[in-house]
C-alpha cells in the first residue's frame, strides 16, 4: 500500500510544484514507483514533466467530478518510475461545481485509493490557497510536506496552515501526519538565510527536514524544458539536494535509500 503524501502552503512561491515534482522524480530514481498527483488548476507540475495541459482530455477535474477514472487519466512521464495524473485550468471550477456535494471533502480521497495499492508514493502538489481542493488533498494524505522559503517572510501563513492541518486532524483526517517542514531557496550567501534556519529549526523543533534545498540555476531552468532537474542534469547542486530529501524522506519510513536493497 503506497503512502500520499501532500505538499503544501497556502502562501505561492515557496517551491511546492519543484518539491512535488523532483522529489517525486528522486523516488523513482531510486527505484520507488511514483505518481505525481497535480491539483493546482496552474498545471505546473504537468508541465514540468513533460505535458501539455492544453492537450490533455482527461485531468484529474474530470475524476473528481465522475466523468472519468483515474486510469484513464495517468500518463507515464520521462523518469524512471514516475507516472502523471494531470492538472488542467478547468480545475478551478471544481471548486464551484462540488461546494454542494455531500461528500465533497472525500471525493480526492475516493479517486486516489483505487490505485493506492499500485505505487509506493503518491505525491500532490497543492495549489497556494486553503480552498476545497486543498482540503481534498490534505483529507486523501498520509503525511503533509510543508515547504518554507529562507526569505523575510518565512513563517507567514504558516501557523494557518497549521491550523488547517488541525481542523482536518479533528473532522476528516485523524491519521494525517505532518511528514515535516522543508527549508528551500537557501543562499549561503546571505546572513538573513542562515538566521531563518536556525529560527525554524528552534520554533519547530523535530519537525523540519535536516536536507536544505538551495538556490540553483538549474532548478529554475528545467522546467522550461518539461523536466524534472534529475533529468536534466543530475549533478547539479539541485539535484543533489532532492535525492538527499528523497534519501531522508525513505530513512524517516524506515525504507531502504534504494528500493529492494
Not at 478547468?90 to 456535494?101: K, M, Q, R, T
Not at 525554524?200 to 536536507?211: A, H, P
Not at 534519501?247 to 536493497?261: C, D, F, R, S, V
Request: glycine share 6%.
Amino acid at each position: 500500500m503506497g503512502k500520499i503524501i501532500a505538499i503544501a502552503n497556502q502562501k505561492g512561491g515557496v517551491g511546492k510544484t519543484t518539491t512535488a515534482v523532483n522529489l517525486s522524480a528522486a523516488l523513482g530514481l531510486l527505484d520507488y514507483k511514483v505518481l505525481l498527483v497535480d491539483v493546482d488548476p496552474q498545471a505546473n507540475a504537468t508541465s514540468g514533466v513533460g505535458v501539455n495541459p492544453r492537450q490533455i482530455a482527461i485531468s484529474m477535474y474530470e475524476c473528481l467530478i465522475g466523468h472519468a477514472s483515474i486510469m484513464e487519466g495517468m500518463k507515464k512521464v520521462d523518469g524512471p518510475n514516475l507516472y502523471l495524473l494531470p492538472s488542467h485550468t478547468d480545475l478551478v471550477g471544481a471548486e464551484i461545481e462540488l461546494v454542494n456535494h455531500p461528500n465533497r471533502e472525500v471525493l480526492m480521497k475516493n479517486v486516489l485509493e483505487t490505485v493506492k495499492d499500485q505505487f509506493d508514493f503518491i505525491i500532490v502538489d497543492c495549489s497556494p490557497s486553503l480552498g476545497l481542493i486543498t482540503l481534498n488533498a490534505l483529507t486523501t494524505a498520509d503525511s503533509v510536506i510543508i515547504p518554507v522559503q529562507c526569505e523575510y517572510f518565512a513563517l507567514e501563513g504558516l501557523a494557518k496552515l497549521l491550523n488547517t492541518i488541525k481542523i482536518v486532524q479533528t473532522r476528516f483526517n485523524p491519521t494525517l501526519a505532518i511528514e515535516s517542514i522543508l527549508l528551500t531557496m537557501y543562499d549561503s550567501r546571505l546572513s538573513l538565510a542562515k538566521q531563518i534556519v536556525l529560527e525554524v529549526k528552534e520554533r519547530f523543533k523535530g519537525m523540519v527536514f535536516n536536507t536544505i534545498i538551495h538556490r540553483n540555476t538549474k532548478l529554475g531552468e528545467a522546467p522550461s524544458l518539461g523536466k524534472s532537474v534529475i533529468m536534466y542534469d543530475i549533478q547539479s547542486t539541485g539535484s543533489v539536494n532532492y535525492v538527499n530529501l528523497a534519501k531522508e524522506l525513505l530513512a524517516k519510513n524506515n525504507l531502504p535509500a534504494m528500493k529492494g536493497k
